[in-house]
Antibody, heavy 119, light 111 residues
């Protein structure tokens, strides 16, 4: 059974750096073709894809947020970490991680973690 | 920035059929990238509903079907049920953005 769980601070202040962790089980990021993506959803708004990391450590980022995002993995812990710098109130959202297949299908999602940016 | 456009809302009576459109462009659907659909029940995480245009993951009722043609895609829900009230999102890849993109989202209401 594949599961993913997001964790991180519920609140950060403007200009701070957000660090989120996705802990997963039921698959390995050392398996060829496996990937993990991060997606966010501001309250009442649409989903927005943020970043993806692949089994071979290849990484891709949202064009609009590329300068603020860093994604990394720790295969020994089955974790993927996303950092987002210079947080602003518009970054208030629920952040999800999702397993991503080699065909680009986000097939299993975590329940999400809500982050509020406020001073 | 959503590059896939969906109607904000659709509605139907129980038992009816509703269709949700997803309009893309030459850099996503027109470039041959597949469309995937997600269902998001109130307060829950998105769930994969249709992948690779028309395929249902195990456990998804056959009331849900998807298709893609040219620069557009659609999701149909036949035999609409109260439990289908949710937000629905299309998703694809985009060559101009070198990234994944989601649709604007559609709220389905069962009258």
């Amino acid at each position: 059974q594949v599961t993913l769980k997001e964790s991180g601070p519920a609140r950060v202040k403007p200009t701070q750096t957000l660090t989120l962790t996705c802990t997963f089980s039921g698959f390995s990021l050392t398996t060829r073709g496996m990937r993990v993506s991060w997606i966010r959803q501001p309250p009442g708004k649409a989903l927005e894809w943020l970043a993806r990391i692949d089994w071979d450590d290849d990484k891709i980022y949202s064009t609009s947020l590329k300068t603020r995002l860093t994604i990394s993995k720790d295969t020994s812990k089955n974790q993927v970490v996303l950092t987002m710098t210079n947080m602003d109130s518009v970054d208030t959202a629920t952040y999800y991680c999702a397993r991503t297949t080699s065909y680009g299908v986000l097939d299993v999602w975590g329940k999400g973690t809500t982050v509020t940016v406020s001073s | 920035q959503s590059v896939l456009t969906q109607p904000p809302s659709v509605s139907g009576a129980p038992g009816q059929t509703v269709t949700i459109s997803c309009t893309g462009s030459s850099s996503n659907f027109g470039a041959g990238f597949d469309v995937h659909w997600f269902q998001q029940l109130p307060g829950a995480a998105p769930k994969l509903l249709i992948y690779a245009n028309s395929n249902r993951p195990s456990g998804v009722p056959d009331r849900f079907s998807g298709s893609k043609s040219g620069t557009s895609a659609s999701l149909a829900i036949t035999g609409l049920q109260a439990e289908d009230e949710a937000d629905y999102y299309c998703q694809s890849s985009d060559s101009s953005l070198s990234a994944y993109v989601f649709g604007t989202g559609t709220t389905v209401t069962v009258l």
